[in-house]
């Protein structure tokens, strides 16, 4: 199967600042919009459906997001799906009042909305562009944009960094914004150098380094670009005079544009449907200038070595995001799910699921992984104490799950092995990582009638 970009392309519609919520299998879209934040599905990265109005302005005149909703981001947890999104004030004649922008949150229950907008916002300041971002301590953080003395760019001209706070909880911010990086070269404003931008922030973490992914240059045109900053703490201890970030190569840019797109930035990377590999979503601008507006661009994401590595956009058919090996993301049936397990024992594989429990006090959740001789390693959830348990030969090993995850709503584990090293993981965080010597093993879970499973795979590695 193959594709081409950009993968949403609506005639005379601006499809700017794309991010992605992965859940239970599927993928939802959302971008920026003037009055609405529009929801579109797929299940491959690359065939989209639009399902819905995910949020809508605030016709209330004194609230903070009247218009311009701008590059929303969301999360879910136990059950609400957080949505952190920019809005402005309108002035007098019908337009955005561009000194009055900030970040808020909306929620929902579905990922398709309505979300429902906050009646304050969670900045003080003139922000835009949010993204949360969860470190392996359970620590969650909120990477932003913001316009200040302390953002300006060459000789002292108007400019916007990013910045980075602690998260109290997913609608309060600990308030103290910590710069992460500012414009520092004329290539990062406009081409009349009179505004300059680090903005778009996403973070990614290997190996103990932080890497924050941010865009740079003037959105409307072919200066935009994408760029990555690196430090091995997500926060410096000197606030808003903090140098701890260092940018790759002193601003050198990952992407830029090219003959087959222009303006490619303000990014989210995704794993695709096979739950491997890797995927940059990002908006760009197509070379037919009869084509208006910022359209979404999906390529591929890959790491070589430290060093990220970004497909260059195309006007070709590109290889469409590969499928797993055991495709039961869309199969409710344990029974039928664990068939389609058992039928591929492996050596190196990745596993993933969502799982939930109409009655966490007595279900039974978990599973096993097995070789020829019988069952190697056995794990389970204990809903009502938080706990996850691992029995591995003579072994036992009880870890308290973070963040208070409440399992009649989906959580999602991930077990991975790759050589003779197996690690699991719940929502994102390692529980449990050992050797194991076993070869050709398979994956079942728990036959529990009170336990449902949604957007399982396995992908043989």
Request: charged fraction near 20%.
């Amino acid at each position: 199967m193959i594709y081409h970009n950009p993968v949403i392309s609506v005639p005379d519609m601006d499809h700017g600042d794309p991010a992605i919520l992965k859940y239970n299998g599927k993928y939802y879209l959302y971008h920026t919009g003037q009055y609405e934040i529009l929801v579109y599905e797929s299940t491959n990265l690359v065939d989209w459906e639009k399902v819905g109005v995910a949020l809508t302005a605030s016709n209330d005149k004194n609230h903070w997001a009247q218009i311009d909703l701008w590059a929303p981001e969301i999360i879910h947890y136990n059950g609400t799906f957080y949505m952190y999104v920019t809005g402005a004030m309108t002035k007098a004649d019908g337009n955005a009042d561009d000194e009055i922008r900030h970040i808020g949150v909306a929620k929902s229950t579905s990922p398709i909305g309505p979300f429902i907008l906050n009646a304050e916002p969670l900045t003080n300041e003139w922000s835009i562009d949010a993204h949360p971002f969860l470190d392996d301590d359970g620590q969650w953080y909120l990477f932003y944009n913001v316009r200040n003395e302390y953002t300006k760019g060459p000789n002292g001209v108007i400019g916007c960094g990013n910045v980075v706070d602690k998260m109290i909880d997913f609608e309060t911010l600990a308030g103290n914004p910590t710069l992460v990086v500012k414009p520092e070269m004329m290539h990062e404003g406009n081409k009349e150098g009179t505004w300059f931008w680090n903005e778009g922030p996403f973070v990614l973490k290997k190996n103990g380094v932080y890497y924050q992914m941010y865009s740079a240059g003037w959105f409307g045109d072919d200066t935009y670009g994408m760029y990555v900053a690196t430090s091995k703490v997500p926060m410096g201890p000197n606030g808003m005079n903090d140098t701890t970030w260092k940018k790759w190569e002193g601003g050198k840019p990952i992407l830029a544009s090219n003959a087959a797109c222009f303006g490619p930035g303000h990014h989210v990377v995704t794993s695709g449907p096979n739950g491997v590999d890797k995927y940059v979503v990002y908006h760009g601008y197509e070379p037919d200038p009869e084509k208006k507006g910022r359209k979404v661009h999906v390529g591929k994401f890959e790491w070589q070595d430290d060093l990220i590595k970004i497909e260059e956009p195309t006007l070709e058919a590109i290889p469409a995001p590969s499928l797993p090996t055991v495709d039961c993301r869309f199969d409710d049936g344990i029974h039928s799910i664990n068939k389609s397990l058992a039928s591929h024992p492996a050596n190196s594989f990745y596993f993933e699921t969502n799982l939930s429990t109409v009655n966490p006090e007595n279900s039974t959740l978990g599973g096993s992984l097995s070789d020829e001789n019988g069952m190697v390693l056995k794990w389970t959830i204990d809903p009502d104490e938080k706990a996850f348990e691992v029995r591995q030969g003579d072994s036992h090993n009880k870890t308290l799950l973070k963040n208070d995850p409440d399992f009649s709503t989906y959580q999602h584990l991930s077990i991975e092995k790759t050589g003779d090293v197996v690690a699991l993981q719940v929502n994102g965080l390692v529980v449990y990582k050992r050797t194991i010597q076993s070869s050709n093993l398979k994956v079942q879970l728990i036959e529990d009638p009170s336990v449902t499973y949604k957007g399982t795979l396995l992908t043989v590695l």
